[in-house]
């Protein structure tokens, strides 16, 4: 009995129903194993019978008033369910199977609608408590839904047929659209055509030594995908929400970073960043700059932002600021490991690209070829591991005053999907910007 005076939603009924069904009709249990399992059953002695049932049927045994028993019999439940009687009396007042799978979605809703209360009430508990913290509480909340949403899809099971037709369909629709790409672009033509764009599901990290661009990649990346109705959710643990925003004026506009932080700009330049902001707050475009961020905090606030606003990428800058659920002995490598793995399904589960920006070692600077390698991901091998793709930014001039002038390397030392290899760009820092060092015509 529920709070309310009331008893849980269950049908008992439709529960017999179903059980009776199958004994009558071995291949209605084919249908209804696709809809409900043990636990939608609401009495226990109906869940039970249940449990023997398929447990016949997954030893490829026959199913009807006979064996149904002597299974019960075996696992020594018989008299727990009623006995002999009760199974017999549960065939007897069936008609048939032909209305199976309407009945096992009645009792599978009623089983729905008793998590949803169950979890309810949890959280309604848990949030009263002092020592609970809410993102925690709230991911855990999502979290639960999320399952209870795969319950209510259990049956909408996708063929490989359908899945082989909807991605001719993708290929064929970017190749009348001549752009080629089957996932979200970043502006940098060679960088598109070698990866057809980032992919959904994707875990891509950007990693790089200090100043050698990796924040301002992410941020034009975004800004370029955000113009193109892209939505974007960005956390940024190491820089405000304002740092962000001045550098995406200045690449916008093409004024000058340090002309925009002065706010002492030119007539002309004060009509080109006033054309940047009309553009701007257009942008579909949700920012976390709250920094110390646990990695259940990230996968909490991007599941709302997925939920409510339809993010379609995600970037996080950067990796190592971000702290594990656990400290074990003080080994970050196996924390950094975590939140890797966590990054990793948080992109399969809300099924978009999620950029990672990671800091690497001073390794790479010990030796006379300064260009990054995997083994220079600082803290953890697992980066490398759980990465589908891994792009280091490295600009020559940093260590060369020789090397030519805002030119910068992609290098794409790891790819899961394609081949590995090394993309050349312009980077201008005073506008924060990167183009094409070539056009492709496609």
């Known amino acids: 009995m529920s709070e309310y005076g009331k008893l849980p939603p269950q ?96 009792v599978k809703e009623a089983y729905l609608k008793r998590r949803l209360i169950q979890l309810a009430n949890q959280t309604e508990k848990e949030m009263y408590e002092d020592t609970t913290d809410f993102f925690t509480g709230f991911d855990k909340m999502l ?12 049956i909408n099971q996708i063929s490989f047929a359908d899945i082989v037709l909807d991605r001719i369909s993708e290929l064929k629709e970017a190749g009348d659209s001549k752009t080629y790409k089957t996932g979200i672009t970043t502006q940098i033509d060679l960088l598109d055509a070698q990866t ?26 975004m800004r370029h995908q ?30 000058g970073l340090k002309q925009i932080r002065r706010g002492g700009m030119s007539g002309a330049d004060w009509v080109k960043v006033d054309n940047a902001t009309n553009r701007l707050v257009e942008y579909p475009i949700w920012i976390c700059d709250k920094g110390g961020l646990s990695i259940n905090d990230i996968v909490s606030i991007a599941k709302q932002w997925k939920l409510k606003h339809g993010i379609e990428i995600l970037y996080l800058d950067y990796l190592q600021l971000c702290s594990g659920t656990f400290k074990k002995n003080g080994n970050r ?49 697992a980066i490398e591991q759980d990465a589908d793709m891994v792009i280091f930014p490295f600009r020559e001039e940093y260590y ?8 910068c390397e992609l290098i794409i030392a790891k790819y899961r999907n394609g081949e590995v290899g090394k993309i050349m760009c312009r980077f201008n820092p005073d506008i924060q910007k990167f183009s094409n060092l070539q056009n492709i015509p496609f």
């Open 11 to 106: 049908n008992r009924e439709m529960e017999e129903a179903i059980i009776g069904a199958v004994m009558l009709d071995n291949e209605a249990i084919g249908k209804a194993t696709l809809i409900i399992n043990e636990d939608c059953f609401y009495v226990e002695s109906n869940k039970i019978i249940w449990s023997a049932i398929t447990l016949l049927y997954h030893s490829n045994e026959p199913i009807d008033l006979l064996t149904v028993t002597q299974q019960l019999k075996k696992i020594g439940k018989l008299d727990e369910v009623g006995g002999p009687f009760r199974i017999a009396q549960i065939t007897n007042t069936i008609g048939g199977a032909a209305h199976i799978e309407s009945h096992c979605y009645t």
């Open 143 to 154: 979290t639960e839904i999320e399952l209870i949403n795969r319950e209510l899809n259990r």
């Open 400 to 407: 060369n005053d020789n090397a030519e002038k805002g030119l």
């Open 333 to 381: 490598e196996q924390e950094i490991s975590e939140i890797s793995r966590r990054l990793k399904q948080l992109a399969k589960e809300l099924d978009i690209p999620v950029i990672a920006l990671s800091q690497l070692s001073r390794t790479c600077e010990t030796r006379a070829d300064k260009r990054p390698m995997l083994s220079d991901l600082r803290e953890s091998g």
């Open 196 to 221: 057809m764009g980032f992919q959904s599901s994707d875990l891509i990290i950007i990693a790089g030594r200090p100043a050698m661009g990796k924040t301002a990649i992410a941020i034009d990346f």
């Open 226 to 255: 955000a113009s193109k109705g892209v939505p974007v959710g960005f956390f940024s643990l190491e820089m405000g929400n304002k740092q962000i925003v001045d550098r995406m004026f200045s690449a916008d506009s093409e004024v």
